[in-house]
């Protein structure tokens, strides 16, 4: 477990290995894989997996509070931990690895952006103003608070290229961000114009971070 | 897990009054201190404080309103004052908390007055549920902002890399973070730094109730995982684009004096989004601390707006 603040954190290891760490973040109302997904089987470092806040074996805190950057500062709990990893985002966790690829681009040796629940959020700029209802009293996990605010958070253009340009400019990488997806929302289409066509399937982006570990 | 330990009722400052009536809310699990002035059954008006504030800086304005023969309600939002230190801390979470406070206080439409964050949390809480509000008055909290700095791209990257990593180191250490403790008076010095228009003996009457007292010393309440400033998707522009529909009668009031807690917002800027029927004041010689520094003048412009 690691330490967010008041939050435990649930970090999986789910492979042993020598060299570099691949990190899994999974998607919106998801959590950790029990065991190693065979997609991955071939990376030779350690491969771990985090559950976010609210998910998975992670606290549920009372009362809410989400935001994506708050789950972008629980990868850097993880990053804490493992120094520097390759991150494999699906859904919401591709949105939180592109942030942490911004936010640690030295730590953040590419972030590959895949398909998965909560990949748009709730839109690109200024929305129709609302105070989501939450059914406090759902099971959890995943929170129901999580599954509200973090479908309906906005991811605005701008603010998404703005984490790829630092990600570009301070990692050092020339392909700081893969983008795996078939869903684009407005804000993964303007990271993919602002890097150029740093696209590919899954496993040549594994296999292009591999040979740079 | 909370801020526990009491402070002093002792305080006094010339006009300040206590709350008449101190309760509790359970917000989605979290503790919410809630205060109120005046006779509880007249009509309602819900009082919001600003980011690190709590609900006692309105000891000076709020009984002004009470007095006039309103029910005055305000609550510490988490984290702060005597509510509970949460584990997360959102925009949304603060406006479901203030809708807990509101349903246990009325199920009515009711009047709300709101101080910079405070204010910027009501009107985006009016325009979702226009239904609940009657009255809408805002000290200093309209939040606007103009074009952005003239800087380069690559400038303004590495700006926003740079809070973007103080923020996440405040947040590896957050978890072991406290307080640093002093006398009433050394609380006071330091939040003369923030409040440097503010009297000293006001700052030592916010020490006396906003502090707790421990072993060492005395300590701001405030969770010391919140940190000011930040960053995030929204832009004030859009809450400034929506103004000029706004829902229910609106009263603005500006100072003129730029201070650090401040948004400095010039309300010649924001006057074309007001809609033609707002009302907009500007206190000459004034900082953010409009209520704080002209409590008098402050309580008399919002009862005439109220009446």
Redesign the interface.
């Known amino acids: 477990m690691l330490e967010h603040n008041r939050v435990q954190l649930a970090l999986h290891a789910l492979k042993a290995g020598e060299g570099r760490a691949l990190l899994l973040l999974h998607g919106l109302g998801e959590r950790s894989p029990a065991a190693l997904p065979s997609e991955y089987s071939r990376w030779k470092g350690p491969v771990y997996a985090l559950d976010f806040t609210g998910h998975g074996a992670s606290t549920v805190p009372r009362g809410g509070g989400y935001t994506c950057e708050l789950l972008m500062a629980d990868a850097d709990a993880a990053l804490g931990r493992l120094s520097q990893a390759t991150i494999v985002g699906r859904g919401l966790g591709a949105y939180v690895a592109l942030l942490i690829a911004g936010g640690r681009p030295e730590q953040v040796r590419g972030a590959i952006l895949r398909d998965g629940s909560g990949l748009a959020g709730g839109g690109a700029g200024a929305t129709t103003p609302t105070i989501p209802h939450v059914d406090a009293d759902a099971p959890a996990p995943p929170d129901p608070y999580a599954m509200v605010d973090l479908a309906t958070d906005i991811r605005p253009p701008d603010y998404a290229t703005a984490y790829a340009r630092a990600a570009a400019l301070f990692s050092g990488l020339k392909r700081p961000i893969t983008v795996c997806t078939r869903e684009r929302p407005d804000w993964l289409a303007a990271v993919v114009s602002e890097l150029g066509a740093d696209e590919a399937s899954l496993g040549q982006a594994l296999a292009h971070y591999a040979k740079r570990a | ?1 909370g801020a526990e330990g009491s402070s002093t009722d002792q305080a006094s400052f010339p006009g300040a009054r206590a709350p008449d009536r101190r309760r509790e809310v359970d ?4 503790r919410l201190s809630v205060y109120e002035w005046g006779d509880e059954a007249a009509p309602p008006v819900m009082l919001v404080h600003g980011g690190f504030d709590f609900a006692r800086t309105y000891d000076a304005f709020a009984p002004r309103i009470a007095d006039a023969g309103f029910r005055v309600v305000s609550w510490d939002h ?1 984290g702060h004052g005597d509510s509970e ?6 925009w ?2 603060d ?3 203030m ?1 807990a406070v509101v349903d246990s206080t009325t199920r009515q439409p009711c009047a709300a007055i709101g101080h910079s964050k405070g204010g910027s949390m009501l009107a ?2 009016i ?3 226009p239904y609940r509000f009657t009255r809408f008055v805002a000290i200093d909290g309209l939040p606007f902002r103009g074009r952005a700095p003239d800087v380069a ?2 400038e ?3 700006m ?2 740079e809070e ?2 103080r ?2 180191d405040h ?2 250490e ?2 072991g973070l406290v307080r640093k403790p002093g006398t009433l008076e050394e609380l006071a010095r330091r939040r003369a730094r923030m409040n440097p228009r503010l009297s000293h003996e006001w700052l030592c009457y916010l020490a006396a109730i906003g502090a707790r007292r421990d072993e060492d010393g005395y300590r701001w309440k405030i969770d010391p ?1 919140l940190r000011m400033g930040g ?5 004030a522009r ?1 809450a400034a ?2 103004l000029p529909g706004f829902p229910i009668p609106i009263l603005a009031i500006f100072g003129t004096e730029s201070e650090p807690m401040g948004w400095d917002v010039d309300p010649e800027d924001l006057k074309p989004y007001l809609p033609a029927s707002a009302q907009l004041e500007v206190f000459q010689d004034t900082g953010h601390f409009i209520h704080v520094e002209r409590p008098e003048r402050t309580a008399e412009r919002v009862l005439e707006f109220l009446a």
């Open positions: 897990m917000a989605g699990g979290v988490r230190h949460a584990q997360l801390y959102s949304v979470a406006e479901r908390d809708l985006h809480a325009q979702a549920m791209e690559r303004r990257t590495v926003m890399r973007i990593a923020w996440l947040r590896r957050s978890g995982a960053f995030g998707p929204h832009r859009w684009d929506r």
